[in-house]
């Protein structure tokens, strides 16, 4: 069994968090003189629950876990870094990344410093085990792994992950996309395994990218620990509400994820028409990666346009390639009748 403890940096063991003023105090009360605020009422003028307790509520419930077992960060991104924090002793241990995969994971371990091991995908962006177990020593803790992955949308192959759970570090599971793909989140599964992370976000499936809210899901030790170094009012009351409205009314959610689901079909069809387009890799996710015969070219005319799309040309194994979001039905005729000019 994994010592999730032994893990973590000796200075996070015995870090005591900074309580809040409103932590101080569990319950409701009708004058609150304890924050230093301005008391005159405008909707904003108190701080936020800094325990999220009504919105981990519906996050449980909706997942079937507990709230100890959840951390809500400023976006997805913040939950990373603060992984990161917690377990990786900077200029000593290391962490293994899986390119062509998401930007942020060595853009964090380069600001903590710590080392970047690179495990690349295979030529199908499966996850190569051998290459993986290859870059691990005693000072290997965190293993990241975007599933479905960002930029190639695949989803990664579950006996894969499982064989990587045994080994003795943290495994990350970046769950952005899901909500697109047909296959059961991790969630499902963490509590089978101590040292996976499981982290999703309100930003992709539930349309709510200006607020920034993402939550990770983990054993209670594990969100124990990282709630020792979450900021004390990282989610703003304006945030805490937004989510709290969609999660409780998912009808907005469902409707768009299906909607999307639609589109992506159709939109695979017209591509597969073009004598440009070389390759549409199989996607998970609310997005195509797709191979072209000059995506410089494609890029910079659809740019003139107005139609903007992520160049992946220089990422590991996506020469030529641009990432395609899915998007209405209007935006992508307007996108495939302009590609139809370039063909």
Excluded: H
């Excluded at 101080?24 to 605020?37: P, T």
């Excluded at 930029?151 to 499982?162: A, D, H, R």
């Excluded at 689901?261 to 695979?268: G, H, M, N, P, W």
């Excluded at 017209?270 to 070389?278: E, G, M, R, Y």
């Amino acid at each position: 069994m994994i010592d999730i403890n032994s893990l973590v940096r000796k200075n996070i063991r015995g870090l005591v968090p900074y309580a809040s003023a409103r932590e101080q105090f569990d319950g409701k009360a009708s004058i609150y003189l304890d924050a230093n605020e301005n008391p005159y009422e405008n909707g904003v003028n108190r701080y936020p629950d800094p325990q999220q307790k009504e919105l981990k509520k519906l996050i449980a419930k909706r997942n079937g876990v507990s709230t100890n077992q959840i951390t809500i960060g400023n976006g997805s991104d913040e939950l990373l870094d603060m992984i990161m924090r917690v377990f990786c002793e900077p200029g000593k241990d290391n962490v293994i990344i899986t390119p062509p995969t998401f930007g942020i994971y060595k853009v964090l371990a380069n600001t903590n410093n710590v080392e970047v091991r690179e495990a690349p995908l295979t030529d199908e962006f499966g996850l190569n085990v051998s290459s993986i177990t290859n870059l691990i020593d005693d000072r290997t803790k965190l293993i990241f792994i975007c599933s479905p992955n960002n930029p190639t949308g695949n989803l990664m192959e579950v006996t894969t992950i499982k064989t990587l759970l045994k080994l003795n570090c943290l495994i990350i599971i970046d769950e952005a996309y899901i909500d697109f793909a047909n296959q059961e989140s991790w969630v499902n599964s963490f509590t089978k395994y101590p040292n996976l992370i499981i982290t999703q976000t309100l930003s992709k499936a539930w349309a709510q990218a200006g607020i920034r809210l993402g939550m990770s899901f983990s054993s209670k030790e594990i969100a124990t620990n990282l709630d020792k170094i979450r900021l004390p009012y990282n989610i703003n009351a304006l945030s805490q509400q937004k989510a709290i409205e969609v999660l409780s009314n998912p009808t907005s959610f469902k409707r768009d994820v299906q909607s999307i689901k639609r589109e992506k079909i159709l939109l695979e069809v017209a591509l597969k028409s073009l004598k440009i387009v070389t390759k549409i890799y199989p996607s998970d996710a609310n997005f195509f990666l797709i191979k072209f015969t000059n995506a410089q070219k494609v890029y910079d005319r659809l740019a003139s346009k107005g139609i903007i799309l992520r160049n992946f040309s220089k990422a590991k194994g996506c020469t030529n390639c641009l990432r395609i979001s899915v998007g209405t039905a209007e935006e992508s005729e307007e996108l495939i009748q302009n590609l139809k000019k370039i063909n």
